[in-house]
């Protein structure tokens, strides 16, 4: 059974670009978690979706940023018009069935924005 | 959220038993106790997770104190590949990682 699978692994933009992220969660798993990391800093959580759902955005920053889970096809993290203060890695993490149970993450995507 | 307190950092030598300590004064009566590690430029990895029992699993132990306001994550032997930041966790509801503890290990 695959782990979650992030790509692309590593990300550079000019200011202004768009990054999209992809994240492909593990076989039978539904709900997808969206995390944030800052050099030296713990992970933020951004963003909660299940298949088609977005069920909880409270972490996402209010503009530029935008996430969905379509019914085929991996989760996206879309940033729009990035700049340098979103250099951060980002993780995605999958779950079986929700919220209380443990989330196997991904390995990261390192977006740097020049 | 409730919050969780842990050392900034500790080390161990390879081989012997560590001891992860994590506060949670405030936990609520439904927050599980999760535990994740996180290697140089990987994403976190789960090691264990309970609610109110003593929990074991191939990777560690987690003894949760009575009350539940404090708990202790327990490798039992150390080796290089343990060296990592570990994240306690409080869950009922959104994950929110603090700074972790960084452990080291020493050869």
């Known amino acids: 059974n695959a782990g979650v699978m992030q790509n692309p692994r590593h990300l550079v933009r000019r200011r202004g670009q768009e990054a999209r992220l992809r994240c492909s969660p593990m076989?039978?798993?539904?709900?997808v978690y969206w995390y944030r990391q800052l050099p030296e800093e713990g992970l933020k959580f951004m963003v909660y979706?299940?298949?088609?759902?977005?069920?909880?955005e409270s972490g996402m920053p209010k503009e530029r940023f935008s996430a969905e889970f379509p019914k085929e096809g991996p989760s996206i993290l879309r940033i729009q018009q990035v700049v340098r203060g979103d250099s951060a890695a980002y993780f995605c993490?999958?779950?079986?069935?929700?919220?209380?149970?443990?989330?196997?993450f991904g390995p990261g995507t390192r977006l740097t924005v020049t | 959220d409730a919050k969780t307190t842990q050392p900034n950092s500790m080390e161990s030598n390879e081989e012997e038993p560590v001891h992860l300590p994590c506060n949670h004064s405030?936990?609520?009566?439904?927050?599980?106790i999760h535990w994740y590690r996180q290697l140089p430029s990987q994403g976190p990895e789960y090691v264990i997770h309970?609610?109110?029992s003593n929990v074991n699993n191939r990777m560690a132990s987690l003894a949760i104190a009575e009350d539940r306001k404090s708990s202790t994550l327990i490798l039992h032997r150390a080796t290089l590949r343990d060296a990592a930041v570990y994240y306690c966790?409080?869950?009922?509801?959104?994950?929110?990682f603090g700074t972790g503890t960084s452990l080291t290990v020493i050869p």
């Open positions: 993490a999958s779950s079986p069935w929700g919220l209380r149970y443990e989330q196997y």
């Open positions: 076989k039978g798993h539904s709900h």
């Open positions: 979706l299940q298949k088609e759902n977005i069920i909880d």
């Open positions: 405030t936990i609520s009566g439904t927050d599980y």
């Open positions: 309970g609610l109110t």
């Open positions: 966790i409080l869950r009922d509801g959104q994950f929110y």
